[in-house]
């Protein structure tokens, strides 16, 4: 019943408004078009005139209705403020000071919804100006240029030496007996913390240095979308190399302190250039200056601003300067960690013949350890260190084992 009512009602009120647009467009013609008479012909009144409204315009030639007044040009800040009230030089003076307005929204989640302009400011590296010219200044003038020639310089370097020198090789042959140098959970660590590095460091180098290398080849819509992806993916790979870098700095700290040698082993550059190896403990000078410095300095201020720019770190005011600041810091550490990295990792892998296989299966020749780590060679061969670290600790935990059940 209600059904049958609700359909009559939406019929009418259908026929109501068709009646209502055709009342509508007829009053509208009979207005548009004059009535033919005798002093006005059909023939006449066929020319109506156009429709009145703004059809087209160009917005540059667009100016507001004060503008109109005789001498606007011409008119002071006190006469201005009346025609256009806050269209005036002081106001904008206030503005490009800093000064705050007003704004509904909260100071929880926008504390500077008020601040039109950031106030003058000085970053090292740019002119006294706006705070976001000066942050754009830094970056475009200095990390941007002289952060990629730094990685290109590494890079050559890295090609140079491999071409003058080449894979360093063991002088002796391979005995067959093999030392345990990394145990599985030490490999896992690193593996971890790698993989995150490297898809921190590629998605990284693209955003920072995509626009000027890859957009012009392969077109701004495939450069959206492979930004859009490396971005979420820096942001996933974050964490874990947060969470792995914590681990790696616990489980190798004890072994990258220093030792009597260090000093030696550095100022002979490790033997690269001379060809004589250099005694060393598990960890010689060099290595232990990568994780001091590219690991443990470097690594925890990248994590650190990488942290603020995720705006993830408590009670922190995220301005805009304080994300700028946290953005030239997080660029800067991390260009310098990569440029150390870079050399870690050549000479993990194709630089030094035998290191590869000791991170992949953990373990290592005996001979490769007499040549590149003498010092853990002999404190293995005295008992100090066991050569079979994982073998040893399975064998412990089965005797405690039976112990227990005894």
Known sequence: MLRSHFASLTKALTIAACLLSFNTMASAQSVAMPTADAKNPPAMAASAPAVAGVQSANIFEIKPDAS?????ATQSN???AKVQPGNNAPMWRQVGS???GYSSLPKATAPEAGVLIQPFTQYPGSRLTTAGEAWRQVRNNWIIPYGGALLLIVLGAIGLFYWRRGTIELNESPTGRKIERFTPFERSAHLANAIAFVILAISGLVMAFGQYLLQPLIGSSLFGYLTFLLKNAHNFAGPVFAISL???IFTYVRDNLPAKGDLSWLLKGGG?????????????AGEKLLFWLGVFAFGLIVVASGLVLDKLVPGLNYERSTMQIAHMVHAVATIAMMGLFMGHIYLGTIGTEGTLQG?????VDETWAKEHHALWLEDIKSGKISAHRTADKNSARAASAKIAKA
């Open 68 to 72: 109109l007044d005789t001498g606007y």
């Open 78 to 80: 006190g006469e201005r």
């Open 98 to 100: 800093g000064a705050e």
């Open 246 to 248: 914590i681990v790696v």
């Open 272 to 284: 690269l250039l001379s060809k004589q190896h250099v005694k060393a403990g598990r960890f010689n």
């Open 359 to 363: 991170m992949q299966t953990g373990y």
